[in-house]
């Protein structure tokens, strides 16, 4: 056994000493008088006009610039302000926006907000305006390209610090947002792009409220705990029926601890280390795992939107069978066995354009075939899946359209060896597929109708084998843009088969990285591979497998 190498600087816990004391980090001296000052915390109206000490004034704004911020991109602004006149401008703006408000409200409710005292702005020795610096572009800040006002969420959590901090000294702080936001902006000379929060009266406090203040004045009464806290999910909306499960999270914490046990820097395999923890979180078996081929022809070749002719379909698959295509070359090399399914070889079908890809009867039986495929070989080790078609990638690029809602041009690519003017031939069919289809049903129904009559044979057998590897607790390695859209739509099926995904590549097909990125997956290769046939995903499923036998042989470390 080896020393565990511990980081001068940083976290030096191991994941051993978390397991065996995950309590730990807990201040036990401090939960009581953290409870009693959160009970104890009040909006306070009346002020004692004698002077807060620097140093306390200090330790409200530094609790609330030590507040948690989404990107840490402390958004939050203090202006403090002392001088009478500007007390007296913003004190005239609340009461103005007091009356306004309450002439639009029903008259027991307007004199309750008439009878608020506002006082406090005049009388609190201070006060502290918190502004919130927006002028940072959302996209720029992680995690406010998808909620906007997370930097506004960070400033009313500064101000909580703020809060807190002054009733453990005692200071009373009241919170006032009577004001037009853009007069009190200007009051302060707030640029453009910087908002405000309201005001803040700071200063010792001239009454000791029991209560809240509005619980007091019969405004409202605090809510029994069971009537704000729901599990799971919204409880007037019933939950969706599930019949997979995502690995247990004391499997995904083990597989984590054991790779920390490991003589190396934590993540130093980068996405691959991601994917190993989650591979190592199911019962994968250790063997060397199977590339399922699933081979269609497409009618929708008919279009122009292909530079090989269809026969080309039943020559790979024939090489496949053989063992001399790509992807079944890649298989071997890889240690992965090669099953060939047969989802249309010689049958054109729907052209998507006209009618639909896929008959009911034809699209269930597809389905099932892979499913019963999938549950099967996801005992003998990984699963990586691949397809070959003539004319799929516009096949698949139409079904991603209408998971993704987005329209043909962010979709169509190239596929392989299209000049020009064949890409243009594909967007105008994909939109022309879409346009007959029209909006589809919402749930499983839809999604299954989405497959049926604009995918094709492979991706229905995909799609089937898919959910039946993730029903069996197995692994799926991925390939292009066809493969991914058949689990994409597994995953709107079952959204626990996310859990059971590995983006094996990225391919040059443009579509494919929108669906990879609306599947949360970063992929492991990015070779600009255009083969299908499993190619890629057979490569990655080495590198998968050499991951795990490197797991396996690098030399552990004992606890420190």
Known sequence: MYGRPVPTIGDASSAAERAQTPDAWALTDDIESLARVVGARRDIRRFRPDPVPEEALEAVLLAGHR??????????????????????????MADRARLRQASGMAEESARGLLDLRLEGIREAPLGVVVACDRRT??????????????DLWSCAAAIENMWLTARAHGLGLGWVTLFEPEELANLLGLPTGVETLGWLCLGWPDERPPEPGLERAGWSRRLPLDQVVMRERWVEVDAPESHLRAPDQAD?????????????????????????????????????????VAAADHAVTAYG??????????????????????????????????????????????????????????YAALRDLGHERGRALAASGLVAVGEVGIGNTTVAAAVAAALLDRPADDVVGRGSSADAAMVERKREVVERALARVGPRPEGAFGIHETLRRLGGGEIAVLAGVVLGVAEARGVVVLDGLATSVAALAAVRLEPAVAAHLVAGQRSREVGHALVL????????????????EGVGAALAAGLVSDGRELRRGVARTRPV
């Open 137 to 150: 572009p959302a996209a720029g800040i992680l995690g406010r390209a998808t909620f906007p006002d997370a």
């Open 252 to 292: 995904v914490v083990a597989a984590r601890d054991r790779a920390d046990d490991l003589l190396a820097v934590p993540g130093s395999l980068g996405v691959l280390d991601g994917v190993l923890d989650r591979i190592e979180a199911l019962p994968v078996a250790d063997g060397g795992g199977t590339l399922v």
């Open 305 to 362: 939107v292909s530079a090989f002719d269809a026969s080309v379909t039943a020559d790979v698959a024939r090489a496949t069978r053989e063992g001399t295509s790509m992807g079944a070359v890649a298989a071997r090399a890889a240690g992965l066995d090669v099953e060939l399914i047969d989802a249309g070889i010689g049958s054109r079908r729907g052209d998507l354009v006209a009618t639909d890809a896929l008959d009911e009867e034809t």
């Open 67 to 92: 507040g948690p911020s989404v990107g840490h991109s402390q958004p939050w602004r203090f202006i403090v302000v002392t001088a009478a006149e500007t007390r007296d401008a913003a004190a005239a």
């Open 517 to 532: 990125r609306e599947l949360g997956l970063e992929p492991l290769l990015d070779l600009r591979i255009r083969a299908g």
